[in-house]
């Protein structure tokens, strides 16, 4: 059983900064790559940006050059460093944890607020 925690999420003002964190546990092989994804209120959930193999990085282009994915693969853990916030990245945020094509894992869910 694996087990996907995020932690990080909260209410901060437009212009400002937050990181989440998360940790994969439990009976896994290597992961192979772990993102952040988001769900707006009344809208589909979308991807954030992921970090695979190797640090290769991928970022969607509403947070490029605001936001930053990091992991540490000897500790299960992905941060996402968000700066320069505004009121249309409020959202819950979903941490995915990819082990193959096959088999993936996600978060609770952390909510991030932001106001104008």
């Known amino acids: 059983h694996v087990q996907v925690v995020e932690s990080g999420g909260g209410l901060v003002q437009a212009g400002g900064s937050l990181t989440l964190s998360c940790t994969a546990s439990?009976?896994?092989?290597?992961?192979?790559?772990m993102g952040w994804y988001r769900q707006p209120p009344g809208k589909q959930r979308e991807l954030v940006a992921t970090?695979?193999?190797?640090?290769?990085?991928t970022y969607a282009d509403s947070v490029k050059g605001r936001f930053t994915i990091s992991r540490n693969s000897a500790k299960n853990t992905v941060w996402l460093q968000m700066n320069e916030l505004g009121p249309e990245d409020t959202a819950v945020y979903y941490c995915?944890?990819?082990?193959?094509?096959?088999?993936?894992?996600w978060g609770q869910g952390t909510q991030v607020t932001v106001s104008s």
């Open positions: 995915h944890v990819r082990i193959s094509r096959a088999l993936e894992y």
């Open positions: 439990g009976s896994m092989f290597s992961i192979n790559a």
């Open positions: 970090i695979g193999s190797f640090a290769k990085t």
